[in-house]
């Protein structure tokens, strides 16, 4: 099962070293402003969060969706609910009302499985939130952290992502981008070039480090009622381990 690391757990870290830099600490801050921004506007009953960061920050905790939980890759993550594959969900279909997905489609060997898999556990008319790798990042220094077995992650521009919600009937709601500074600074160096931020959301956003993004799923089927949402479980049987620690509003 997830006993010992495999090589995806091992991208899961590296991808995840990034934020222990300046650069990538820095938006993680900005990201929790940004991802708060969002959180207040999406209400239901269950929300999960799952990839690379689940161990950095739990975002999920300003959520106003009734019961969060959150999905480690494996290897040893704390304060997750249960543990298994971003491409195998073990959850039932149109349950989740909110995803909250960290690096999941750069570090994917097939990331086009990842969203159908999410699309699948999405209720109709159910939110996701990407954070990624912006692939047009002037500086990509965290091609350098992220870095296993010869391989690097492969962010993806949001055009292409924009083309792969389409075929699954999703709307890309909004994009943000967070994080101009170079990865490679440090020291005085990095906090004397802290305008830079200002001048990049300004005048040249699409060259972030980070992106977000904001999609909905879009479908024509009859609505589920609220007491049945309320007593179904969620949680499909299956071999994965589980935690029973979970928030609930």
């Not at 309320?230 to 071999?239: G, L, Y």
Request: with cysteine; net charge positive.
């Amino acid at each position: 099962m997830f006993s010992k690391k495999n090589e995806k757990t091992e991208i899961y870290e590296d991808c995840a070293t990034w934020y222990s830099t300046p650069a990538g600490a820095y938006a993680l801050k900005q990201l929790d402003n940004e991802i708060e921004n969002y959180l207040g506007k999406i209400f239901g009953y269950y929300a999960l969060e799952m990839g690379a960061l689940i161990d950095r920050h739990q975002f999920l905790d300003k959520s106003r969706v009734r019961s969060c939980f959150s999905l480690g890759y494996g290897g040893g993550q704390k304060n997750v609910a249960l543990k298994a594959k971003v491409s195998a969900l073990p959850i039932d279909v149109d349950s989740v009302d909110l995803v909250l997905a960290s690096h999941v489609l750069e570090c994917a060997d097939n990331p086009h499985h990842v969203l159908r898999e999410i699309d699948r556990v999405l209720v109709p008319e159910g939110h996701c939130l990407f954070i990624s790798f912006n692939s047009l990042a002037i500086w990509s220094g965290h091609r350098t952290c992220c870095k296993h077995m010869g391989r690097t992650v492969k962010p993806y521009g949001t055009h292409r992502i924009r083309d792969w919600f389409s075929v699954l009937g999703w709307e890309m709601l909004d994009v943000s981008y967070v994080g101009f500074r170079s990865s490679y600074l440090k020291g005085k160096m990095f906090d004397r070039l802290v305008k830079l931020e200002k001048w990049g959301s300004l005048y040249w956003p699409i060259f972030s480090n980070i992106t977000i993004i904001h999609a909905k799923k879009h479908a024509l089927i009859m609505p589920i009622t609220k007491q049945k949402r309320q007593k179904a479980s969620i949680i499909v049987p299956t071999n994965v381990a589980i935690n029973p620690t979970s928030r609930s509003n």
